[in-house]
């Protein structure tokens, strides 16, 4: 790629980070050509779908969210290892509105130009929970598709309630532990 390309793509990708974290990633595609000083014919040429964009720009928090998981996968109590790492997901996609949506359609279409940053998310989710299930510590039923499937609700309930930022967390939470109460607050313990 020549040095001016280079540079314009550089341009619109760090653009492109800051405008769908103040306006989405349904963000006018013009705006960001003119905030990142080219055409929107070049826009097009380095980029030709929005969702090849947004590759572009979620693969420095896709290798973080990658080597992350490597890192935890030497934790000593593997499931905490998981749910560490799924948190993780759903802050990253809390930062910007529309990313879980597109992840979440990604996740059945392995011809997006999404799939380079959802495969290896699954793949290394897959990973982690294969260790939290040797350990005896999660359901042999539950498959990472289950648990992508759920952060990506998550995000996208917490992205509708912007107001209550521990929200994720709770959702999280309350979804990895089920509804079991303790046996002191179950109904007839009084």
Same mark, same amino acid.
């Given at each position: 790629?020549?040095?001016?390309?280079?540079?314009?793509? #550089?341009? !619109? $990708?760090?653009?492109?980070?800051?405008?769908?974290?103040?306006?989405?990633?349904?963000?006018?595609?013009?705006? !960001?050509?003119?905030?990142?000083?080219?055409?929107?014919?070049?826009?097009? +040429?380095?980029?030709? /779908?929005?969702?090849?964009?947004?590759?572009? $720009?979620?693969?420095?928090?896709?290798?973080?969210?990658?080597?992350?998981?490597?890192?935890?996968?030497?934790?000593?109590?593997?499931?905490?290892? !998981? @749910?560490?790492?799924?948190?993780?997901?759903?802050?990253?996609?809390?930062?910007?509105?529309?990313?879980?949506?597109?992840?979440?359609?990604?996740?059945?279409?392995?011809?997006?130009?999404?799939?380079?940053?959802? @495969?290896?998310? +699954?793949?290394?989710?897959?990973?982690?929970?294969? +260790?939290?299930?040797?350990?005896?510590? @999660? +359901?042999?039923? @539950?498959?990472?598709?289950?648990?992508?499937?759920?952060?990506?609700?998550?995000?996208?309930?917490?992205?509708?309630?912007?107001? #209550?930022?521990?929200?994720?967390?709770? !959702?999280?939470?309350?979804?990895?532990?089920?509804?079991?109460?303790?046996?002191? /607050?179950?109904?007839?313990?009084?």
């Amino acid at each position: 790629m020549r040095a001016d390309a280079r540079r314009n793509r #550089d341009r !619109l $990708v760090g653009e492109a980070r800051i405008l769908f974290a103040e306006q989405g990633t349904d963000a006018s595609l013009e705006d !960001l050509a003119r905030r990142a000083e080219v055409g929107i014919g070049t826009l097009y +040429r380095h980029f030709p /779908t929005r969702h090849a964009l947004m590759n572009a $720009v979620f693969q420095d928090a896709l290798a973080d969210l990658i080597a992350h998981s490597y890192a935890l996968a030497r934790a000593e109590q593997p499931c905490r290892a !998981l @749910v560490e790492w799924l948190g993780a997901i759903v802050r990253h996609a809390g930062e910007y509105r529309g990313l879980a949506q597109a992840l979440l359609s990604a996740s059945r279409d392995d011809t997006s130009a999404l799939a380079p940053c959802h @495969v290896p998310l +699954r793949e290394a989710g897959a990973r982690l929970l294969a +260790r939290a299930q040797r350990s005896g510590s @999660v +359901r042999t039923d @539950v498959s990472i598709g289950d648990l992508m499937q759920l952060t990506n609700a998550i995000a996208l309930a917490a992205e509708q309630n912007p107001e #209550d930022p521990e929200l994720p967390d709770r !959702l999280l939470l309350l979804t990895l532990q089920g509804l079991k109460g303790r046996a002191d /607050t179950a109904p007839g313990s009084a």
